[in-house]
Every structure is written in C-alpha cells, then in structure tokens.
T-cell receptor
Framework: DTGVSQDPRHKITKRGQNVTFRCDPISEHNRLYWYRQTLGQGPEFLTYFQNEAQLEKSRLLSNRFSAERPKGSFSTLEIQRTEQGDSAMYLC?????????????FGSGTRLTVV | GENVEQHPSTLSVQEGDSAVIKCTYSDSASNYFPWYKQELGKGPQLIIDIRSNVGEKKDQRIAVTLNKTAKHFSLHITETQPEDSAVYFC????????????FGTGTRLQVTL
C-alpha cells in the first residue's frame, strides 16, 4: 500500500451525464476527504468521513453531489446531471485521526471535463 | 469561516537564492498550518507543517514561521534548486492535523538556472 489511489485519472463526460469517482485511501487511515481544485486555485473542501460516517459536508456542495464510504475503506463520489461548472480536479486524501501525526496524504486526483 | 490569503501568486528566483511565501489567516482558532507542494499532474504533497504552540520549525532547506498575534505564517526555502519549481499552497485548520483544511490560492515558484 503505497499511497492514496484515485480512479479514473481523467474523465470526459457530456453535460447532463452522471459520473462516479473512486478513492482508495491508505489502508490504516480512518479519515477520508474529498476536495475540488479548479485551475489556479487551492483545493476546496467538499466532504469528509471518519470510518464509514460522513461527518461534514460543505455548504457549497450541491445536492447533485453524493459521497459514500460504505465499509470505511474506499469511497465513491458521484455527480449527477453534470454541468460545465463541475469541470475540475477532484482530490481525495486520507489521514489517521487521533494520533497527532502528520496530516493528509493526497491522491493524484481525477480530472473531470464536462463538455 | 476561515479565509487564507497567500502572496505572491508567482515567484521567480535564481538557483541558490532564497524564496519566501507568506500567508495570512482570519480565524484565531486555527491551530495547524501545513504547506503543500504540487507538481504538474499530481496531488499536493505535504512538505512541512507547524502547530500553533510553536513559532518556528525547520527541516533541512525548508522552514516555516508562525506569528499568532498577527495571524500570519511564512514558508522559507533556502538554497533553491530547479526541482523546487512547483506550486506551493499554505493551509489552515482549526481541528489539528487530521481536520478540514482551508487552502490559500497558491504560489507558482520558478527556480531558474
């Protein structure tokens, strides 16, 4: 287990289609985060899980977005009825809460292009 | 909510010179301040972090300073090398090392030969 894995790396979809991304965190990490990054900006928080519980969701997150972490391991992020404004890099990160050790490890992201 | 501002947006230095990137934050409850390096096509990578009970931390050529009173923190890179060229992000969190981060807008550092 060498890090956080995200799949796919790139996704091109037509406006109105649904897309789903997957994230596999570092196995012993109990927290998993989703961020969105647009060109020239820093990552923006979307949501996070502790084990299988979704503890916080950004107010900026449209109800077209849903995330799950069913068994406290991998997570999926689904975007329904995609819009051109959803085009961005979607980053997943994981960490081990409660230890005070170094923070997040990010994956390489899924770049979504909505045409 | 927390707001993090970062300056400059671009920085060009000659190899061997020092580079300084500055950030300010708005929420005095923030207690954890990491710095990330992002190379093209990759996710951000943690390079150094500092907690609010510490004023300065150093790791080889990289150092971070924190001024809680002024609510600003800075990244210092000495003896810059071409491989330091990347986008650097500062961030702040209220909940420690494993909590939601608010990121700055990034600094593109270019180290020229």
């Amino acid at each position: 287990d060498t890090g956080v894995s995200q799949d796919p790396r790139h996704k091109i979809t037509k406006r109105g289609q649904n897309v789903t991304f997957r994230c596999d965190p570092i196995s012993e990490h109990n927290r998993l985060y989703w961020y969105r990054q647009t060109l020239g900006q820093g990552p923006e928080f979307l949501t996070y899980f502790q084990n299988e519980a979704q503890l916080e969701k950004s107010r900026l997150l449209s109800n077209r977005f849903s995330a799950e972490r069913p068994k406290g391991s991998f997570s999926t992020l689904e975007i329904q009825r995609t819009e051109q404004g959803d085009s961005a890099m979607y980053l997943c990160a994981s960490s081990l809460a409660g230890t005070g050790l170094n923070g997040y490890t990010f994956g390489s992201g899924t770049r979504l292009t909505v045409v | 909510g927390e707001n993090v501002e970062q300056h400059p947006s671009t920085l060009s230095v000659q190899e061997g010179d020092s580079a300084v990137i500055k950030c300010t934050y708005s929420d005095s409850a923030s207690n954890y301040f990491p710095w990330y390096k992002q190379e093209l096509g990759k996710g951000p990578q943690l390079i150094i972090d500092i907690r609010s009970n510490v004023g300065e931390k150093k790791d080889q050529r990289i150092a971070v300073t924190l001024n809680k009173t002024a609510k600003h923190f800075s990244l210092h890179i000495t003896e810059t090398q071409p491989e330091d060229s990347a986008v650097y992000f500062c961030a702040a969190s209220k909940g420690g090392t494993a909590s939601k981060l608010t990121f700055g807008t990034g600094t593109r550092l270019q180290v020229t030969l």
